[in-house]
């Protein structure tokens, strides 16, 4: 059946069908920059943690190669642990860009959501979190490595 019928029948997860169809595309897009990428050449053999890393970021387009299972698992774990804070499903930080007030810039406001869709200055919330604290600040981080900006204290945030 085809992804478009999948979406309108209401006895399927739309979400997974969604998340099904996003991924085919990331994944498309993915393999076809990959191929347009002159890379060098691979280990002729995989052994060590960087040999690891060579092999993969010259085998963009999803080509396969083997690799010792205690070396590749290791550098797999350290990927996903890098990747679960966009990954995860979570509530997402909302950003607001207010016009300028003074001729210094835009101010930049950050917030976390909360359950009934309100919004909380991000500093609130994590004074106020409980086990949520070390995401919100995971979630920061990412955001201010986005955006430089942020890094600034609440009052001088501002983009120019």
């Known amino acids: 059946m085809p992804g478009s019928v999948l979406a309108l029948d209401t006895a399927i997860d739309a979400r997974a069908v969604t998340r099904s169809a996003l991924t085919g595309m990331v994944d ?9 990428i002159e890379v060098p050449a691979p280990p002729p053999v995989v052994r060590s943690a960087g040999d690891v890393t060579e092999a993969f970021l010259s085998r963009l387009d999803g080509s396969a190669f083997d690799a010792p299972v205690r070396v590749a698992s290791e550098l797999v774990s350290r990927a996903e ?8 499903e979570h509530a997402p930080l909302v950003v607001q860009l207010a016009p300028p007030v003074r001729e210094t810039g835009w101010d930049l406001a950050v917030f976390a959501t909360r359950a009934p869709g309100g919004l ?10 409980r086990g949520d604290r070390g995401d919100l600040e995971a979630e920061l981080n ?19």
Do not use: Y
Not at 28 to 36: D, H, K, L, V
């Open 120 to 129: 909380v200055p991000i500093e609130r919330a994590i004074v106020d979190a």
């Open 81 to 88: 642990e890098w990747a679960r804070t966009a990954t995860r």
């Open 142 to 160: 990412r955001l201010e490595r986005m955006v430089p900006e942020l890094r600034r204290p609440g009052g001088t945030r501002v983009a120019t």
């Open 28 to 36: 498309a897009i993915g393999r076809a920059s990959a191929r347009q």
